[in-house]
C-alpha cells in the first residue's frame, strides 16, 4: 500500500484536524503517501484529492472544523456515485480509504468496503452515539461549550430568580445533554432516552423553587420529544407552575466550532495514527475507536444503524444530583 486517501464526512466535529494531522503524519512515518479528499465523499466521487505533506498539516490541531471541508453526500448512497469514487481511487493508485466521522458516515465507509475498497473508519462526532468507541472525536469539546452556556446562564438566573432550558445538540442521542448536565448541575436532564414530561418536569422546578432556589437548570438534548420548543410552548400554557419565570436558549450549532480541548486532540492523534496502525496490520472494514483507554477496532459490520445505549446510571447521577 503506497497511498491512501483521507476524509472527514458528516457533522464536523472539533479534533477532525488533529486527526487528519496524525493521518498524514503517521502515513509519512511508514513511507505511505496521504491525499486528503475535499467535503466528504463528494470528494472522492469528483476526484477532488490532493496529495498531504508533513508541512501541510502544520498548525492545524489546535483549531476547530476541518480544513478539508466536510458533507452529507447523497450521491454517494448510489452505487454508481460509489463506483465513480472507485474509479477516481484506482487512477491515483490510492490502495485504502480513511473516514473520518460518525454514524452515516461510516455507513458510507461499510457501502464502499463492501464493493472491495479497504476502508477503516476513525469515530468522530459530537454526538458520542457510535458504537465501537467509549468516547467519540469531539463530543468534550461539545460537552464543555454547554457547559459554559450553562454556568453563565446560572448567573443570570440567580440574578434574576430564574429558571433556564437549554437545549443541546446530539441529533437522537441525549450524551451531551446528560454529561453537561450532570457538570453544569442541572435541576432536571431531558433525553430521549429518558423522557420527562412537562409536569414533570414542572413539578421538579416547583420543588426546587420551594426548597428556595435562587435559580434552576433544566438541560434538553435536540432530540428529546418534549425538547426546548415543546416545553416552552407547556410553560406559557402554565406560567405559574414552577414558581420562576422561564427562559430557553437553544445551542445548536455553537458547540461544533470550538476549538478541540486537549482531551480531543489527544483522542484524535490517538485514533488517526491508529488508522494508520490498522491498514499496516492488513485490517479492513473496521472502525478505530477507544475502549477502556485503549485504541481498539471493531468491524463496521457490527457497528454501522446501531446506536450506543446510555449508561442509565448517569441518568440516575443526576437525578440524585439534582437535590
Ligand atoms: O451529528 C452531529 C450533529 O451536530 C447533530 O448533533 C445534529 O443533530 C446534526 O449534526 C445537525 O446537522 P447539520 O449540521 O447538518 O444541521
Redesign the pocket.
Known amino acids: 500500500m503506497r497511498r491512501i486517501a483521507v476524509l472527514t464526512s ?4 472539533p479534533g477532525m484536524n488533529a486527526a487528519i494531522r496524525a493521518i498524514v503524519r503517521g502515513g509519512a512515518d511508514a513511507g505511505i503517501e496521504v491525499f486528503g479528499a475535499r467535503n466528504g465523499y463528494s470528494g472522492l466521487i469528483a476526484g477532488d484529492l490532493a496529495y498531504l505533506s508533513r508541512r501541510d498539516v502544520g498548525g492545524i490541531m489546535q483549531t476547530g472544523g476541518t480544513f478539508l471541508g466536510s458533507a ?1 453526500c447523497q450521491a454517494f448512497h448510489t452505487v454508481e456515485g460509489r463506483q465513480q469514487a472507485i474509479g477516481r481511487l484506482t487512477a491515483l493508485d490510492i490502495g485504502a480509504v480513511v473516514v473520518i466521522g ?3 458516515s461510516q455507513t458510507g465507509s461499510q457501502a464502499l468496503f463492501q464493493m472491495g475498497v479497504p476502508v477503516v473508519g476513525v469515530a468522530s ?3 458520542n452515539d457510535l458504537e465501537g468507541s467509549d468516547v467519540t472525536i469531539g463530543v468534550d469539546t461539545a460537552i464543555n461549550v454547554a457547559l459554559e452556556a450553562i454556568d453563565r446562564l446560572r448567573v443570570t438566573a440567580t440574578s434574576h430568580r430564574r429558571a433556564f432550558l437549554v437545549e443541546t ?3 437522537s ?1 441525549g450524551y ?1 445533554a446528560l454529561m453537561a448536565g450532570i457538570a453544569g448541575g442541572a435541576e432536571v436532564v431531558v433525553i430521549p432516552e429518558r423522557e420527562v414530561s412537562p409536569d414533570q418536569v414542572a413539578q421538579e422546578l416547583r420543588e426546587a423553587y420551594d426548597r428556595g432556589k435562587r435559580h434552576a437548570l433544566v438541560v434538553v438534548a ?2 428529546a420529544h418534549n425538547n426546548a420548543r415543546k416545553l416552552v410552548a407547556h410553560f406559557e400554557d402554565h406560567p405559574d407552575a414552577t414558581g420562576f419565570r422561564l427562559r430557553a436558549t437553544i445551542l445548536g ?1 455553537v ?2 466550532g470550538a476549538a478541540p480541548t486537549a482531551a480531543d486532540r489527544l483522542l484524535a492523534t490517538r485514533l488517526g495514527q491508529g488508522a494508520v496502525r490498522a491498514l499496516l496490520a492488513g485490517e479492513q472494514g473496521v472502525l478505530v475507536g477507544v475502549r477502556h483507554d485503549q485504541v481498539v477496532t471493531t468491524p463496521l459490520a457490527d457497528i454501522v444503524g446501531r446506536q450506543k445505549p446510555i449508561d442509565r446510571h448517569l441518568f440516575e447521577l443526576a437525578g440524585i444530583m439534582a437535590g
Open positions: 458528516g457533522g464536523d466535529a452529507r460518525g454514524n452515516g462526532t459530537i454526538d445538540m446530539g441529533r442521542c451531551v435536540e432530540g450549532h458547540q461544533r
